[in-house]
């Protein structure tokens, strides 16, 4: 067995456990406004921190879940920690939205509505103010759009994450259960500052407009990027050019200094 492979096998043991262990913990990403500059909420991302090996990259333990299918209880209990966190924040005041990744096993899972359900009330976190973001991958699963169409109707928004022009189209999005589109990092990297990048984003933004969706662009990198997004009627974006993810405890002090200094209410 190679090295690699070995410590593959030892992280796969590792993260089987790390969720009884409470070594995950969310951190929060802050989403801003890019025609006000205001603070828009945030998207919940979940980071492993091993006894040993540190802080693991969500690139190496998530796959791992996915095979595993401990995605389904480590989503659960991101789901419940955000709409609690949620709540906590309303009640300070700020209301704003928390998106949370779902992925496609926990949307097919028989206990996901149930979950739902029972995560917003007794958190007593408003549905209007979650938004579950999910691979345009479980569009083309029946019992995942059942679930996704069942969520949408009680007030919860839906997002596709990672979205780019073509997966899926337009014409398909007309019918479903969707209230945003997220463009992927790679598609922002490659359209956001180039003359041609911008008539495509501009023609997929119209696209969403038609649909009454919003568009939110992740991967933001600099003012050269949110000025050309913006200039495309982008409604969102969301990148280490406005925040790095951060953990509850310091949302609140960027709060309180986003609004110090925007001179904006939350």
Same mark, same amino acid.
């Given at each position: 067995?190679?090295?690699?492979?070995?410590?593959?096998?030892?992280?796969?043991?590792?993260?089987?456990?790390?969720?009884?262990?409470?070594?995950?913990?969310?951190?929060?990403?802050?989403?801003?406004?890019?025609?006000?500059?205001?603070?828009?909420?945030?998207?919940?991302?979940?980071?492993?921190?091993?006894?040993?090996?540190?802080?693991?990259?969500?690139?190496?333990?998530?796959?791992?879940?996915?095979?595993?299918?401990?995605?389904?209880?480590?989503?659960?209990?991101?789901?419940?920690?955000?709409?609690?966190?949620?709540?906590?924040?309303?009640?300070?005041?700020? @209301?704003?939205?928390?998106?949370?990744?779902?992925?496609?096993?926990?949307? $097919?899972?028989?206990?996901?509505?149930?979950?739902?359900?029972?995560?917003?009330?007794?958190? $007593?976190?408003?549905?209007?103010?979650?938004?579950?973001?999910?691979?345009?991958? %479980?569009?083309?699963?029946?019992?995942?759009?059942?679930?996704?169409?069942?969520?949408?109707?009680?007030?919860?928004?839906?997002?596709?994450?990672?979205?780019?022009?073509? $997966?899926?189209?337009?014409?398909?999005?007309?019918?479903?259960?969707?209230?945003?589109?997220?463009?992927?990092?790679?598609?922002?990297?490659?359209?956001?500052?180039?003359?041609?990048?911008?008539?495509?984003?501009?023609?997929?933004?119209?696209?969403? @407009?038609?649909?009454?969706?919003?568009?939110?662009?992740?991967?933001?990198?600099?003012?050269?990027? @949110?000025? *050309?997004?913006?200039?495309?009627?982008?409604?969102?974006?969301?990148?280490?050019?406005? %925040?790095?993810?951060?953990?509850? *405890?310091?949302?609140?002090?960027?709060?309180?200094?986003?609004?110090?200094?925007?001179? @904006?209410?939350?």
């Amino acid at each position: 067995m190679t090295s690699d492979s070995s410590h593959d096998s030892e992280l796969a043991l590792d993260v089987r456990v790390a969720l009884d262990a409470g070594e995950f913990y969310l951190v929060y990403q802050p989403e801003i406004d890019l025609h006000t500059n205001g603070f828009a909420g945030v998207e919940a991302l979940i980071r492993w921190r091993h006894p040993s090996r540190g802080v693991v990259s969500p690139a190496d333990f998530i796959p791992l879940l996915e095979a595993s299918g401990d995605i389904i209880a480590v989503g659960r209990w991101a789901l419940e920690t955000a709409c609690y966190q949620g709540a906590e924040w309303h009640t300070k005041g700020y @209301r704003f939205p928390v998106a949370v990744n779902t992925s496609i096993q926990q949307l $097919r899972h028989d206990g996901f509505l149930e979950d739902v359900a029972r995560f917003l009330r007794a958190s $007593r976190f408003d549905p209007a103010h979650l938004t579950l973001e999910f691979s345009y991958t %479980a569009l083309a699963d029946s019992e995942a759009l059942t679930h996704l169409g069942k969520l949408h109707d009680r007030g919860v928004h839906l997002a596709i994450d990672d979205f780019a022009p073509g $997966r899926p189209g337009f014409d398909e999005l007309a019918a479903l259960p969707v209230d945003i589109v997220k463009l992927s990092r790679s598609f922002v990297a490659l359209n956001a500052d180039s003359a041609d990048g911008a008539a495509v984003i501009h023609q997929l933004v119209g696209d969403a @407009r038609s649909l009454n969706l919003r568009v939110i662009a992740s991967g933001v990198e600099d003012a050269s990027q @949110r000025d *050309h997004l913006r200039d495309e009627q982008v409604d969102i974006g969301q990148g280490f050019h406005f %925040a790095h993810p951060y953990e509850a *405890h310091e949302i609140d002090r960027f709060l309180q200094d986003f609004a110090l200094f925007s001179g @904006r209410p939350l």
